[in-house]
């Protein structure tokens, strides 16, 4: 159990474009949802993190603007980039958790996002 | 600051010996730490958490020491297998809270040798 599926795996898209990130929960309901990102050799940095039915909460130096965070349900949460621009080039990977205290994340596989 | 160090060197681990990786932090007061791994292209994988009162975790050929005072997480894999070659990384709670998100290690990368 706790599979948490990422959609699209690859994306390739000119500057400029507006690209959405589909997180979902397939066998369990995730009351919180996480957004990372990771550029090569680095290790994964937390963006925000995604509350069902409230705003999500962004890490220091982290847009909103630009990464626009909708949890609309327990088991999908999406992540927009807006407006993307080469430097938004990197691998975002969502996670989710069971409800409670203190429980590991599950991850999906990640999108790696390339503007051209 | 706060920091997360793991050996930024790649282990390589004759099969069947026993791999230890290492996780030091500082400027964090964790609830918990768990280990992930992460193969090239994927997401981490949950591999075992362990609690600031805990000070062993097992399970299977898998073994994680936690020492708060040392600021220390230790990961071992025992009988170690070609397939246990991958990234290894080391994650704390964010802030303390115990449902935050985790910071991680920049990750150990293992190589087990045939």
């Known amino acids: 159990g706790a599979v948490v599926s990422q959609h699209p795996s690859r994306v390739i898209c000119k500057s400029g474009t507006s690209v959405k990130i589909e997180c979902r929960s397939l066998?369990?309901?995730?009351?919180?949802m996480f957004w990372y990102r990771q550029f090569p050799k680095k290790s994964l940095m937390l963006m925000a993190t995604s509350n069902e039915g409230s705003k999500a909460t962004y890490e220091q130096g982290v847009e909103k603007d630009k990464f626009l965070i909708n949890h609309a349900s327990l088991t999908l949460s999406t992540l927009t980039v807006t407006s993307a621009h080469p430097e938004d080039s990197s691998f975002y990977i969502c996670?989710?958790?069971?409800?409670?205290?203190?429980?590991?994340?599950?991850f999906g596989d990640g999108t790696r996002l390339s503007i051209l | 600051s706060q920091k997360i160090e793991q050996n930024s060197e790649a282990l390589n681990i004759q099969e069947g010996k026993t791999a230890t990786l290492t996780c030091n932090y500082t400027?964090?007061?964790?609830?918990?730490l768990q280990w992930y791994r992460q193969d090239p292209g994927r997401g981490p994988v949950f591999l075992l958490l362990?609690?600031?009162?805990?000070k062993e975790k097992r399970k299977e050929r898998l073994k994680v020491t936690f020492d708060t005072t040392l600021k220390q997480s230790l990961f071992h894999i025992t009988a170690s297998q070609p397939a246990d070659s991958a990234t290894y990384l080391c994650?704390?709670?964010?802030?303390?809270?115990?449902?935050?998100?985790?910071?991680f290690g920049i990750g150990s990368l293992l190589f087990i040798q045939p």
């Open positions: 994650a704390l709670d964010h802030s303390g809270g115990g449902a935050d998100g985790l910071s």
């Open positions: 400027n964090y007061s964790p609830a918990y």
């Open positions: 362990i609690r600031e009162n805990e």
């Open positions: 996670s989710a958790t069971r409800t409670g205290i203190i429980q590991p994340q599950h």
């Open positions: 066998d369990f309901q995730a009351t919180t």
